[in-house]
């Protein structure tokens, strides 16, 4: 039987899409692993450390590394058919259909903009952390327990319009500055882990366990904090790499991810102990003026790499959100000028600026850890449900479109699909409030029920009663023009 390739090559000959295929393999992964590993395992490599023990925090993420690993696969096989920009939503238009392909792009626009929106509230609380001097000028109000500075918020929103205008110009300036930063983080990382464990103690690493309810709280921080591998599937139409390798680039983004919070943890513990890993706000860098008494240097170092780690995931993230309000204005379920690709650059732009203007607004909430959890934990109960609507998807396709071309084709398909699909159930269990040892906060389900109304909102606006047929959607989503 002739196998049968990825639909939109029927559209393609005359009304491609005009992104620029810039991106290599290394680009690629570097935009992946740019996306997971931000700056905050500097502050919570402590946490994940003594909430559930040394031990318990390096179980929580080999389990999400595991379940990371069955949705990735999903990923990989599903991408390498459709590299296209936006992939959730091209995959959940084909398995699931349109009205689907809807709520896993909102899904996805809430995930990579709540990373964003991260990254701009943290900007000042980082600096301030290392000492960086930042003029508290015009107190605002309190939020969270911190008062809140304009100062503060001009400095995140300046911040955040570099990353929207490095975006905004083009693919090679945001790959060649994440492919730099990457490497720095990772050798700095390498540097920490080394240090702790040659110089540190394992006596220090005690509790290595405190209990199921510890594992638990450090389980549901665990996808906000690996997710991001999803990112290459939104980048994919811009490489020039065979489809096959975007696959493998998935699962090897999500466990260089997972070694390299786990190699933290490890550093973290060996080099701390429980009194400075439960009292430091900073316990990464506090551990190292443990271990390198008298200098400075290897405290510096680390901090600049983890500052560098949070323009990574800005930047990655940026560069994810604003494939998928692309794609979502391709199939028209937003407005259409979200499409737009920029003449010159080439570049979604105004989806971009779009998002700049969005995130901008998070500077106004402060910096109060409280805060940034809560959003963490939100952006992973949508991390989990845009997860669970890809793997379906992955299922009903392997039985709708069985001969489809697979460039990266996973073994046991059905298998790591109905394990991924379990998995994320689970999951999705543990953020209810049915969850005895405890789910989203009462202010956390709050933000969710308003975000997810916000959503059914746009939905009944653009999808419900939209017109547009089936056949059109589908070959713009592919990247086709309007005729």
């Known amino acids: 039987m002739q196998k049968v390739t990825a639909p939109i090559q029927s559209t393609q000959a005359s009304n491609i899409s005009s992104l620029k295929k810039a991106l290599t393999k290394w680009d690629l992964l570097s935009i992946g692993i740019g996306a997971v590993i931000g700056w905050s395992w500097v502050i919570y490599g402590g946490i994940w450390s003594t909430t559930p023990g040394s031990m318990g925090g390096i179980i929580a993420f080999l389990i999400g590394g595991i379940l990371c690993t069955f949705i990735g696969f999903t990923y990989a096989e599903l991408s390498s058919a459709f590299p296209y920009a936006g992939g959730d939503i091209i995959y959940t238009f084909e398995g699931l259909g349109s009205k689907w392909a809807y709520f896993s792009g909102a899904f996805l626009t809430v995930i990579f903009a709540g990373l964003i929106v991260v990254e701009t509230i943290m900007l000042p609380l980082l600096l301030d952390a290392f000492g960086v001097p930042i003029p508290k000028i015009l107190p605002l109000y309190t939020l969270g327990g911190e008062v809140v500075y304009l100062s503060y918020v001009i400095l995140s929103i300046i911040v955040n319009l570099f990353f929207a205008v490095m975006n905004y110009r083009g693919i090679e300036f945001s790959k060649a500055f994440q492919t730099i930063t990457v490497a720095v983080l990772l050798f700095a990382a390498i540097f920490f882990v080394g240090s702790g464990i040659v110089l540190g103690s394992v006596e220090n690493a005690q509790p290595f366990f405190t209990g199921i309810k510890g594992l638990s709280l450090t389980l549901l921080m ?25 696959g493998k680039i998935v699962i090897l983004t999500v466990w260089a991810s997972v070694f390299f919070y786990i190699f933290i943890i490890l550093g973290t513990s060996f080099a701390a102990n429980i009194g400075m890993r439960e009292s430091s706000s900073i316990a990464v860098l506090e551990s190292l003026s443990v271990i390198y008494p008298g200098s400075s240097l290897p405290m510096l170092f680390v901090a600049i790499a983890s500052l560098i780690g949070l323009l990574t995931s800005w930047n990655a993230a940026y560069i994810a959100a604003s494939r998928v309000l692309l794609s979502m ?67 009903r396709l392997r039985k709708s479109q069985p001969d489809l071309v697979r460039p990266y084709r996973v073994k046991r398909g059905k298998l790591m699909g109905i394990l991924s699909i379990c998995s994320l159930i689970f999951y999705l269990f543990l953020y209810t409030p049915l969850n005895p040892l405890g789910g989203l906060t009462f202010a956390e389900l709050i933000t969710t029920i308003g975000i997810l109304v916000v959503i059914a909102i746009v939905y009944f606006k653009y999808v419900h009663f939209s017109t547009i047929d089936t056949s059109k959607q589908k070959a713009l989503l592919f990247g086709g023009q309007e005729e």
Do not use: C
């Open 222 to 246: 665990v996808p906000g904090f690996l997710l991001g591998f999803n990112a290459i599937a939104q980048a994919a139409e811009e490489t020039n790499i065979k489809p096959s390798s975007i």
């Open 329 to 395: 204005g391709r199939g028209r379920y937003i407005p259409v000028t979200f499409s737009k690709i920029h003449d010159k650059y080439k570049t979604p732009g105004t989806a971009t600026m779009f998002l700049f203007v969005i995130s901008s607004f998070g500077a106004f909430l402060g910096t109060s850890q409280q805060i940034f959890g809560s959003l963490v934990n939100v952006v992973g109960f949508f991390a989990v449900f845009s997860w669970l609507l890809v793997t379906i998807s992955f299922v």
